[in-house]
């Protein structure tokens, strides 16, 4: 989390992907409960990340009765953003689902005045994300979707994210005179 102060930002180093995966509907309430069969807790990460993709392509093949072909995560991103496995593109549109009402989660609970999606995964597939239910999912808080309606996101495409945060701090806390 970044916390704007007059013309100084202060980094909040947490850990929101381990908050409690909340399920939006009855697909997710399967997916979450199949989960809980393996692990004592879903959490948002569990699903939501690179390595949670192959969980929810599982678990929604489980659901539907689709029969899969085990794969590798790299395969299974490949096939679901350039489209060449309908079920894996499926998937990838859950997953951005989720990823929307989680974002959104996060905004209302943290009062964020804009979101920022980092990392390397978000802008292989930004195309998928737009047309996917993430927006209408990150805006769908009942009596709040006014309000989230008016929070902006934006993804980095930097490359190298983290370095550029590194490097931004590391120059804001020292004085080069």
Same mark, same amino acid.
């Given at each position: 989390?970044?916390?704007? /102060? !007059?013309?100084?930002?202060?980094?909040?180093?947490?850990?929101? !992907? =381990?908050?409690?995966?909340?399920?939006?509907?009855?697909?997710?309430?399967?997916?979450?409960?199949?989960?809980? &069969?393996?692990?004592?807790?879903?959490?948002?990460?569990?699903?939501?990340? @690179?390595?949670?993709?192959?969980?929810?392509?599982? !678990?929604?093949?489980?659901?539907?009765?689709?029969?899969?072909?085990?794969?590798?995560?790299?395969?299974?991103?490949?096939?679901?953003?350039? @489209?060449?496995?309908?079920?894996?593109? +499926? +998937?990838?549109?859950?997953?951005?689902?989720?990823? @929307?009402?989680?974002? &959104?989660?996060?905004?209302?609970?943290?009062?964020?005045?804009?979101?920022?999606?980092?990392? &390397?995964?978000?802008?292989?597939?930004?195309?998928?994300?737009?047309?996917?239910?993430?927006?209408?999912?990150? /805006?769908?808080?009942?009596?709040?979707?006014?309000?989230?309606?008016?929070?902006?996101?934006?993804?980095?495409? =930097?490359?190298?994210?983290?370095?550029? @945060?590194?490097?931004?701090?590391?120059?804001?806390?020292?004085?080069?005179?």
């Amino acid at each position: 989390m970044l916390v704007r /102060q !007059g013309d100084r930002d202060t980094v909040i180093e947490t850990e929101g !992907g =381990h908050i409690g995966f909340a399920p939006f509907d009855r697909v997710e309430q399967e997916i979450a409960r199949r989960l809980l &069969g393996r692990f004592l807790r879903v959490s948002v990460e569990r699903l939501v990340s @690179g390595p949670g993709f192959l969980m929810v392509y599982e !678990g929604l093949a489980a659901i539907e009765g689709h029969a899969i072909v085990p794969v590798d995560d790299r395969t299974l991103w490949t096939k679901a953003i350039d @489209g060449s496995d309908t079920f894996a593109r +499926a +998937a990838l549109e859950r997953f951005c689902a989720m990823l @929307g009402s989680a974002l &959104g989660d996060y905004a209302l609970a943290q009062g964020a005045q804009g979101v920022v999606i980092a990392g &390397g995964l978000v802008p292989r597939f930004i195309d998928v994300l737009k047309a996917s239910p993430f927006l209408s999912r990150f /805006q769908a808080k009942g009596r709040f979707e006014t309000m989230m309606q008016t929070i902006p996101i934006f993804v980095c495409t =930097h490359p190298e994210p983290g370095l550029l @945060g590194a490097a931004t701090s590391l120059l804001e806390g020292h004085d080069h005179a």
